[in-house]
C-alpha cells in the first residue's frame, strides 16, 4: 500500500441491550477486538442506525442515507436473488441498474458470477458479492462483522489478503469486528474492546508485543499470568518475585520497587531447560498436570506458581517424554515476559 490508509475518528454511545462508551480511530482496515458478548455487533448495529445511539459522525442521519455500508455476519444476502440483483437492491431503479450492478461487481472481481444465487457462491464469494452492495451506497464507512466467520481455513487468509487490498484500494475506512487475533494481525489499526470501553489501540505489530491488561493479552493468545512485585530496577532489567519465584523481565518504563504487577507470555516461549541449550536466566519448577495435541503442536498443562501451558513440537513432546506428575525445569526468556498494568 502505497497510500496512507483513510482515516475516521468514531465516537459512539449505547445504553441498551450493552451498555457501550467509546472513542475509536477508524484507519485503513481496522479491527475490534472483543469477547463473546462484548457488544462487537451492538456496536455496528448502533454506527449502521439499527440501534437507537449517539453517534458521531453520521448520527444525525436516518439510517438509509448514512453513507455506511454495512456487511452482517453471514452477509444477509436474499437467497432468491441473483449476484446483480443482491448488489443491485440499494441502487436506485432506473436503466442502468443492471450496468452500474455490473461495474461493482467488476470491482470486486466477480463479474461473471453475476448471474449465480447465492448458494451457488463459496463463503469467499458472498463476502464479495456483499461488499458490492455495500459499496452500491457509496460508503464513507465500510463496517464487518466476523468477517472470517464464515471462510474456511484454507482459502481464508486469501480472501481476506484480497478483502484488504480492496478496502485499500477504494480508499474507504473499514471497521471490522471479530474475536480472532489472526484478523486483527492483518489490520493496519487494531482495538481492544472491554466493558464497554476501548482498553487499548495501536497498530497490531505494537498491541500484538505489548499488551497492556490481561484481558488484550487473553485475547491476543497469552496463557500464562503470574502476579508479583517489582524487586528491583537495574537498566532496562526488571526483578520480579513472588512466592517461590523470581524472574527478570525486560522493561523500559521505570516501575517503583515494591510495586505490584503482572507477568504474562505466550505458551510458545516456555521452553525445557535441559533440552534447550539456551542460557535459562529465569527458571520456574512446575509439575506437569496433562497434555493435549493441538495439530503439530503439543499444549501442556503445568502446576507451578500459577496454572501455565507451554507449547512443544510433537518431536519436542515425545522426546522429552513427558507424562502427568512429572517435574520439569522450564525457562522463560527476559524478552518474552510482558509487563501489565496489575
Ligand atoms: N436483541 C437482544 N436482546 C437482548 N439482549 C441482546 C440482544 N442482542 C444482544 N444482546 C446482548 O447484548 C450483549 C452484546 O451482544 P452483541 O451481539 O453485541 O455481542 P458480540 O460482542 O457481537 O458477541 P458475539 O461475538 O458472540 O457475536 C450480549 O450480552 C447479548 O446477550
Redesign the pocket.
Known amino acids: 500500500m502505497n497510500q496512507a490508509p483513510a482515516t475516521l475518528g468514531l465516537r459512539c454511545q449505547l445504553k441498551q441491550?450493552?451498555a457501550l462508551d467509546l472513542h475509536l480511530q477508524i484507519r485503513g482496515f481496522t479491527v475490534l477486538l472483543?469477547v463473546?458478548?462484548?457488544?462487537?455487533?451492538?456496536l455496528l448495529q448502533a454506527i449502521a442506525g439499527l440501534l437507537p445511539a449517539r453517534v458521531s459522525p453520521f448520527g444525525d442521519l436516518p439510517v438509509e442515507q448514512r453513507p455506511i455500508g454495512y456487511l452482517p455476519q453471514g452477509y444477509a444476502l436474499f437467497p432468491h436473488l441473483r449476484a446483480w440483483e443482491n448488489v443491485a437492491f440499494p441502487l436506485p431503479r432506473s436503466a442502468r441498474r443492471h450496468t452500474e450492478a455490473l461495474a461493482l461487481l467488476q470491482r470486486v472481481g466477480l463479474k461473471e458470477l453475476a448471474e449465480r444465487f447465492p448458494s451457488e457462491l463459496s463463503g469467499g464469494q458472498k463476502q464479495r458479492v456483499a461488499l458490492a452492495r455495500a459499496l452500491a451506497r457509496k460508503p464513507q464507512l465500510l463496517l464487518l462483522d466476523e468477517p472470517t466467520s464464515a471462510l474456511d481455513m484454507a482459502t481464508r487468509d486469501e480472501v481476506l489478503d484480497e478483502l484488504i487490498q480492496e478496502v485499500h484500494a477504494f480508499g474507504i475506512p473499514l471497521l471490522a469486528?471479530s474475536?480472532d487475533p489472526h484478523l486483527a494481525m492483518l489490520a493496519d489499526h487494531m482495538a481492544i474492546l472491554r466493558e464497554g470501553r476501548i482498553i487499548q489501540e495501536g497498530p497490531p505489530v505494537e498491541v500484538f508485543a505489548r499488551p497492556q491488561h490481561q484481558a488484550t493479552a487473553h485475547l491476543l493468545g497469552f496463557r500464562n499470568f503470574l502476579s508479583g512485585r517489582i524487586e528491583a530496577q537495574e537498566n532496562a532489567i526488571l526483578r520480579i518475585a513472588g512466592a517461590g519465584w523470581q524472574l527478570q523481565a525486560e522493561s523500559s518504563s521505570a516501575l517503583p520497587v515494591g510495586s505490584p504487577v503482572q507477568l504474562t507470555w505466550r505458551a510458545e516461549d516456555l521452553f525445557l531447560e535441559e533440552k534447550s541449550g539456551l542460557p535459562c536466566p529465569n527458571r520456574l519448577l512446575v509439575r506437569v498436570r496433562a497434555g493435549r495435541a493441538e495439530g503439530l503442536s503439543t499444549r501442556i498443562y503445568l502446576e507451578g506458581p500459577a496454572p501455565l501451558e507451554m507449547l512443544l513440537s510433537r518431536q519436542q513432546a515425545e522426546a522429552a517424554q513427558i507424562t502427568p506428575g512429572s517435574s520439569l525445569k522450564v525457562c522463560i526468556q527476559p524478552r518474552h515476559l510482558q509487563i501489565l498494568v496489575a
Do not use: D, E
Open positions: 441491550p450493552v472483543g463473546s458478548g462484548a457488544g462487537k455487533t451492538s469486528v474475536h
